[in-house]
């Protein structure tokens, strides 16, 4: 009786508590297992451990709410998904095949290499209750609490490989990506397939991402981590710049730095000037790195070089995250913006058929991660200013400039709709009106906006400001994506050679008119955020975590998750979360 109020209480804290991603799973049932008893267990035993496992879970049944009839309030969480499946197996245990087990111990082991952490799982516990119950008698109660405590670890393991640790929405309370047309208990089922089958290592194979880019970064993070245990990547150890046509002994230390990101030919490693090869190699990495590529190891480009390669490891492993977040999202048509990477990129039927350079929001002002779909093309747009810039930075310039407005075409608009005499306002304190720049090429808006509704009122557009597209770091809007060749990717979502080819639109630009051309089809819009690039040739590239995003993420992935503890050491078995 107290092993089942134990299992109760305990159950309760870590099952109901415990939600893998914010994932809301409808509701359904595992398939049933077809698993055989084994032969090390008589059938007789097996019952008694089936009753164990029925008397643990009973209680639950009531800890969960009716079901409901409308899908969007189906939410099943882990311990839901590990009632219903010793429910469909009549409570049969799952893990009575030695060779499950170890296979499940391997499988959580190399978690490590998906940015994971092993602990989590108590796997050092798992051996030992495993290495126990094939040496010692033991109770039906501690042989259910084991099966009970690794179907959870085995689920939870998998759905962290596929869906990801951390919760995202935990993090930003805007987030609204979701899985549709994913469903989750397509993975779950595949999951229990899989254990059914005596292939544990099947199910965590396929559990994570299978894009290349996955694999590349799992690749990534491989590498990163030989270098690590090599002793890591040389410093450059100076407090002044480096610069073409130097000599002295710190460009021995570039230069060796530069042979290990892979710029510079191993042959050149040593020599303390700042040559030719030197300086090519400085700006391959400045590209790469998403710094200005001038040549000079100047202040920024040094403490790129000096970040220590735990912290890039780190860096992967939050993009990995992110990764098993958003890839299976990325399937058939849509447009996905990059926001650290300052770039957009259209796919059709999965491959990428168009990329732009972005400008984003100032750091002050950044653009928000959300998915939409863009509904609508606004030709000739005109600008409303917003509140916040018109308080700012219209409304300075403004009082610093009286010709300020005219300069710009922009009107003074009171609440019913009437344009008001500058003059006439007091611009120390205006109210009661807004500004309205006219349509124009050199309007803020640029001659298109692409529109996608949300409630940042946020969208992508072109701009007069196109000298900014040279910078190598493009957070300059104040929230909206600013895009370089915004006519091509109006083009490509028309998907109309017909009447939206290029020739179309740019006559529907030319008859000046404000207007809203809806698109024959919606396309999914992703405004994402990640912090590494991998290039076709597998290498990884950082970029500068421009809105300090990382930190976050990284927290929540290092945080010790709760899972099940097992003792079968003691007395009497224990299931519940380690404190």
Same mark, same amino acid.
């Given at each position: 009786?107290?092993?089942?109020?134990?299992?109760?209480?305990?159950?309760?804290?870590?099952?109901?508590?415990?939600?893998?991603?914010?994932?809301?799973? !409808?509701?359904?049932?595992?398939?049933?297992?077809?698993?055989?008893?084994?032969?090390?267990?008589?059938?007789?035993?097996?019952?008694?451990?089936?009753?164990?496992?029925?008397?643990?879970?009973?209680?639950?049944?009531?800890?969960?709410?009716?079901?409901?009839?409308?899908?969007?309030?189906?939410?099943?969480?882990?311990?839901?998904?590990?009632?219903?499946?010793?429910?469909?197996?009549?409570?049969?245990?799952?893990?009575?095949?030695?060779?499950?087990?170890?296979?499940?111990?391997?499988?959580?082991?190399?978690?490590?290499?998906?940015? #994971?952490?092993?602990?989590?799982?108590?796997?050092?516990?798992?051996?030992?209750?495993?290495?126990?119950?094939?040496?010692?008698?033991?109770?039906?109660?501690?042989?259910?609490?084991?099966?009970?405590?690794?179907?959870?670890?085995?689920?939870?393991?998998?759905?962290?490989?596929?869906?990801?640790?951390?919760?995202?929405?935990?993090?930003?309370?805007?987030?609204?990506?979701?899985?549709?047309?994913?469903?989750?208990?397509?993975?779950?089922?595949?999951?229990?397939?899989?254990?059914?089958?005596?292939?544990?290592?099947? !199910?965590?194979?396929?559990?994570?991402?299978?894009?290349?880019?996955?694999?590349?970064?799992?690749?990534?993070?491989?590498?990163?981590?030989?270098?690590?245990?090599?002793?890591?990547?040389?410093?450059?150890?100076?407090?002044?710049?480096?610069?073409?046509?130097?000599?002295?002994?710190?460009?021995?230390?570039?230069?060796?730095?530069?042979?290990?990101?892979?710029?510079?030919?191993?042959?050149?490693?040593?020599? *303390?000037?700042?040559?030719?090869?030197?300086?090519?190699?400085?700006?391959?990495?400045?590209?790469?790195?998403?710094?200005?590529?001038?040549?000079?190891?100047?202040?920024?480009?040094?403490?790129?070089?000096?970040?220590?390669?735990?912290?890039?490891?780190?860096?992967?492993?939050?993009?990995?995250?992110?990764?098993?977040?958003?890839?299976?999202?990325?399937?058939?048509?849509?447009?996905?913006?990059?926001?650290?990477?300052?770039?957009?990129?259209?796919?059709?039927?999965?491959?990428?058929?168009?990329?732009?350079?972005?400008?984003?929001?100032?750091?002050?002002?950044?653009?928000?991660?959300?998915?939409?779909?863009?509904?609508?093309?606004?030709?000739?747009?005109?600008?409303?200013?917003?509140?916040?810039?018109?308080?700012?930075?219209?409304?300075?310039?403004?009082?610093?400039?009286?010709?300020?407005?005219?300069?710009?075409?922009?009107?003074?608009?009171?609440?019913?709709?009437?344009?008001?005499?500058?003059?006439?306002?007091?611009?120390?304190?205006?109210?009661?009106? $807004?500004?309205?720049?006219?349509?124009?090429?050199?309007?803020? #808006?640029?001659?298109?906006?692409?529109?996608?509704?949300?409630?940042?009122?946020?969208?992508?557009?072109?701009?007069?400001?196109?000298?900014?597209?040279?910078?190598?770091?493009?957070?300059? $809007? $104040?929230?909206?994506?600013?895009?370089?060749?915004?006519?091509?990717?109006?083009?490509?979502?028309?998907?109309?050679?017909?009447?939206?080819? $290029?020739?179309?639109?740019?006559?529907?630009?030319?008859?000046?008119?404000?207007?809203?051309?809806? #698109?024959?089809?919606?396309?999914?819009?992703?405004?994402?955020?990640? *912090?590494?690039?991998?290039?076709?040739?597998?290498?990884?590239?950082?970029?500068?975590?421009?809105?300090?995003?990382?930190?976050?993420? #990284?927290?929540?992935?290092?945080?010790?998750?709760?899972?099940?503890?097992?003792?079968?050491? !003691? !007395?009497?078995?224990?299931?519940?979360?380690?404190?």
């Amino acid at each position: 009786m107290v092993l089942l109020t134990r299992l109760f209480v305990i159950s309760r804290v870590f099952f109901m508590g415990f939600l893998i991603s914010g994932t809301a799973f !409808a509701e359904t049932s595992p398939i049933e297992s077809t698993i055989a008893p084994s032969s090390v267990i008589e059938a007789a035993a097996e019952d008694n451990v089936g009753q164990a496992i029925q008397a643990s879970l009973e209680p639950l049944k009531t800890a969960f709410p009716p079901l409901l009839t409308s899908p969007l309030h189906r939410r099943v969480d882990v311990s839901r998904l590990v009632m219903d499946f010793y429910t469909h197996r009549a409570y049969r245990a799952a893990w009575t095949n030695d060779s499950d087990v170890t296979q499940l111990i391997a499988s959580l082991s190399a978690t490590d290499a998906d940015g #994971l952490n092993p602990t989590d799982f108590h796997i050092d516990e798992m051996i030992r209750s495993q290495a126990t119950m094939q040496t010692t008698p033991v109770t039906p109660e501690q042989r259910a609490a084991f099966d009970l405590a690794t179907t959870h670890t085995f689920i939870t393991a998998l759905l962290q490989l596929r869906r990801g640790k951390v919760d995202p929405s935990r993090l930003d309370i805007h987030w609204n990506f979701d899985a549709n047309g994913v469903d989750p208990r397509d993975d779950v089922n595949a999951f229990f397939a899989a254990l059914d089958q005596h292939d544990v290592a099947k !199910a965590f194979a396929l559990a994570p991402p299978q894009e290349a880019v996955y694999g590349g970064l799992r690749q990534a993070l491989a590498q990163l981590r030989g270098i690590r245990d090599r002793g890591g990547w040389p410093k450059v150890v100076v407090d002044h710049s480096l610069k073409p046509g130097m000599d002295e002994p710190a460009v021995a230390q570039l230069r060796a730095r530069m042979v290990a990101a892979g710029f510079l030919d191993p042959r050149l490693v040593h020599g *303390t000037k700042y040559d030719g090869a030197v300086t090519a190699a400085v700006k391959k990495y400045q590209n790469e790195q998403y710094l200005g590529a001038d040549g000079m190891a100047g202040a920024t480009t040094l403490a790129a070089l000096n970040v220590p390669v735990d912290a890039r490891i780190d860096q992967v492993r939050v993009n990995m995250e992110r990764a098993r977040w958003l890839l299976y999202k990325l399937q058939g048509t849509f447009v996905i913006v990059d926001i650290a990477g300052y770039k957009v990129a259209m796919y059709r039927d999965g491959q990428p058929i168009w990329r732009s350079r972005v400008q984003v929001g100032k750091t002050a002002r950044n653009t928000p991660i959300f998915q939409a779909q863009i509904t609508y093309i606004t030709f000739n747009p005109t600008w409303t200013v917003p509140p916040t810039i018109l308080k700012e930075d219209v409304l300075p310039k403004i009082q610093s400039n009286p010709g300020y407005l005219a300069a710009n075409r922009i009107r003074v608009i009171d609440r019913e709709g009437n344009e008001l005499d500058p003059a006439g306002v007091d611009w120390t304190n205006p109210r009661g009106i $807004s500004l309205r720049q006219d349509a124009g090429p050199e309007s803020s #808006l640029g001659q298109v906006v692409i529109r996608f509704p949300n409630d940042y009122a946020i969208y992508l557009h072109d701009t007069p400001h196109r000298e900014l597209f040279a910078k190598t770091v493009r957070a300059t $809007s $104040s929230g909206c994506i600013r895009v370089e060749n915004p006519l091509q990717l109006v083009e490509l979502l028309f998907n109309d050679p017909v009447k939206w080819n $290029s020739a179309g639109i740019q006559k529907q630009l030319a008859n000046g008119k404000t207007e809203n051309i809806r #698109l024959p089809v919606k396309v999914p819009v992703l405004l994402a955020y990640w *912090t590494v690039d991998l290039g076709s040739d597998g290498r990884v590239a950082f970029k500068p975590d421009v809105y300090g995003y990382d930190e976050p993420v #990284l927290r929540a992935l290092n945080r010790p998750a709760q899972m099940p503890v097992l003792n079968l050491h !003691a !007395a009497t078995a224990s299931v519940g979360p380690r404190q």
